[in-house]
């Protein structure tokens, strides 16, 4: 589990004494115990891996949204740090498919769909994000389904 990998990489920064990842691993685990106290108003998820991975999903969006202001305002020292952070996130992502696959999955989902125009974008989204949102990177994947529609 994801968990569990976060967990031990926790506990090697601390003896390794990078004050960095171990900073950026603890705002990790935050953010994932912020939303297991969401989720109790709910029904339990039935993978937890796949809660850990959208936190961890939207975490890196928002440091790369950071990033792009920090850079565009001339920040840059905030932007290496946003960018180390990034980094240390990432090891805990699954491997995300490359543009070749994901064009690969759109063509065939469009085609199981019988999708053929804008209209249908949304439904192509959806069945995207049911089977690959963990090894995808959606809002790249919005673009790649707009020229495919298109």
């Known amino acids: 589990m994801i968990r569990d990998d976060i967990k031990a990489a926790q506990v090697t920064a601390m003896k390794a004494g990078d004050k960095e990842a171990?900073?950026?691993?603890?705002?990790?685990?935050?953010?994932?115990?912020n939303r297991d106290?969401?989720?109790r108003t709910g029904t339990a998820p039935a993978?937890?891996?796949?809660?850990v991975v959208e936190?961890?999903?939207k975490m890196v969006k928002q440091r790369r949204e950071s990033i792009a202001m920090y850079?565009?305002?001339?920040?840059?020292?905030?932007a290496d740090a946003e960018k180390a952070e990034?980094?240390?996130i990432e090891r805990f992502l699954p491997a995300q498919m490359s543009e070749a696959e994901t064009t690969a999955a759109i063509e065939a989902i469009k085609a199981e769909l019988g999708a053929s125009g804008m209209k249908d974008m949304g439904r192509v989204m959806a069945e995207l994000k049911a089977r690959h949102?963990?090894?995808l990177d959606m809002s790249k994947a919005s673009g790649l389904v707009?020229?495919?529609l298109a």
């Open 22 to 33: 171990r900073a950026a691993i603890s705002l990790i685990q935050a953010a994932i115990k």
């Open 37 to 39: 106290i969401e989720l």
């Open 47 to 51: 993978d937890d891996d796949a809660v």
């Open 55 to 57: 936190v961890l999903q």
């Open 71 to 78: 850079e565009t305002g001339g920040r840059q020292e905030l």
């Open 86 to 88: 990034v980094a240390v």
């Open 133 to 135: 949102a963990a090894s």
């Open 146 to 148: 707009k020229a495919a």
